[in-house]
């Protein structure tokens, strides 16, 4: 019987979960390159997991090194089918306060990476669809458990993801606010379109941190910031995701786990062969 896993996506601290057991790191080749870590597989909540240190043990990979494809791949290998990514954002509207949790439903774009966003390319042709981006049948538990644990969390919105490693500008961040978007971050779109076209299901968990520079009545973000008011935080966000895993279905059979269905246009008689083999955990039921 094939193994599903849920895969977690956040910082270091997550796999000190309580009740994370049986756990064992794995080292992933893949064919995009080396992954942020190597993955840490075990059991939670009585359901089997694996777990990646976005950006590394000791944090040493900055938001624009991050290599999604080569992530999520090594998660889609591993029998990943569903994705809780936990990360900070800063927040671009009053109403989210720092350690909020807003459970964004929709990504604005402004890096220069497409190209890095996609397994496609190299002979194969797919464009997927990406007009909701997050996995709303696994947001929509995150919310129930949130408020069941009494945490304060806004249901929806839109997160910006910005290159960095810099913070904005202060006419960055005020364009941000007044368009209207609500957090803004550096990492989870890649995430969400490379987990897209493997057909994983995947939902962030944006942890607010700081009102950026736009909020001129409060102090600038700074690193210091963000890892006080994670920490502040980190509690709560492992007692949501430990408590979320066990109502994720057993099965696989939500509508993003069918996304490649009628997305790929190149014909099989021209897959070229060594792409095909890359893209063979993803490919495998199309094969």
């Known amino acids: 019987m094939q193994k599903y896993r849920i895969g977690i996506i956040g910082g270091s601290g997550l796999y000190h979960i309580e009740g994370f057991t049986k756990q064992k790191w794995v080292k992933i080749k893949t064919p995009f390159g080396i992954p942020s870590d190597d993955f840490l597989t075990g059991e939670l909540s009585g359901r089997e997991v694996v777990f990646l240190p ?72 797919a464009h997927v669809a990406f007009a909701d981006p997050i996995c709303e049948e696994l947001r929509q538990i995150l919310h129930k458990n949130a408020k069941a644990l009494k945490a304060r969390v806004h249901n929806g919105g839109t997160y910006v993801n910005m290159e960095g490693p810099a913070f904005s500008t202060r006419a960055e961040s005020l364009t941000n606010h007044r368009s209207g978007y609500d957090v803004i971050g550096m990492t989870n779109l890649g995430e969400a379109k490379c987990a897209r ?69 190149t014909g099989k008689e021209f897959w070229p062969a060594k792409t095909k083999k890359e893209l063979e955990p993803l490919l495998k039921k199309y094969l």
């Open 197 to 265: 076209e493997a057909e994983i299901a995947y939902a962030t968990m944006a942890m607010i941190t700081d009102y950026d520079c736009w909020k001129t009545d409060e102090e600038h973000v700074t690193v210091d910031m963000v890892l006080a008011n994670l920490k502040r935080n980190a509690e709560q966000a492992k007692a949501i995701v430990a408590k979320s895993i066990s109502q994720i279905p057993i099965e696989p059979n939500w509508p993003c786990h069918s996304a490649l269905h009628n997305s790929i246009m």
């Open 54 to 125: 976005r950006h590394g043990r000791g944090h040493r990979i900055l938001p624009s090194e991050l290599n999604h494809r080569a992530n999520i791949w090594g998660m889609k290998k591993l029998g990943a089918q569903w994705i809780i990514s936990v990360s900070a954002v800063g927040s671009l509207q009053a109403k989210y306060k720092p350690c909020d949790i807003v459970l964004p439903n929709q990504f604005f774009d402004r890096t220069k990476r497409s190209f890095e966003h996609t397994f496609f390319g190299r002979g194969i042709v």
